[in-house]
């Protein structure tokens, strides 16, 4: 019914920037939130930046002032600017959508890897 497409992730160099894309698609009635969480080897899932209600964005505070979250409303669509990478931000980056105050939703996840 609800499908996310991720787009984006790669190979990248310390300082490089790379952009992740997440486009929804099918019957979505209404989105509470959307946006990026990670996992790196060993660690749990955190969040990296989303939007939630009235279009306030969450950052993390480990990628606030290099990450910037956007989207595109009418294509159902979130993006994350990454710039000034560190080998730190090697993770599987996932894309998340809540809607109708209930349901959630999942990319496959998306590898970003940065080398020093």
């Known amino acids: 019914q609800v499908q996310l497409v991720e787009s984006g992730g790669g190979l990248a160099q310390a300082g490089g920037s790379l952009r992740l894309s997440c486009a929804a698609s099918?019957?979505?009635?209404?989105?509470?939130?959307m946006g990026w969480y990670r996992q790196a080897p060993g660690k749990q899932r955190e969040l990296v930046a989303r939007?939630?209600?009235?279009?306030?964005?969450n950052y993390a505070d480990s990628v606030k002032g290099r990450f910037t979250i956007s989207r595109d409303n009418a294509k159902n669509t979130v993006y994350l600017q990454m710039n000034s990478l560190k080998p730190e931000d090697t993770a599987v980056y996932y894309c998340l959508l809540a809607v109708g105050g209930e349901r959630v939703y999942w990319g496959l996840g998306t590898q970003v890897t940065v080398s020093s």
């Open positions: 939007f939630i209600s009235g279009g306030i964005k």
């Open positions: 099918g019957i979505i009635f209404s989105i509470d939130s």
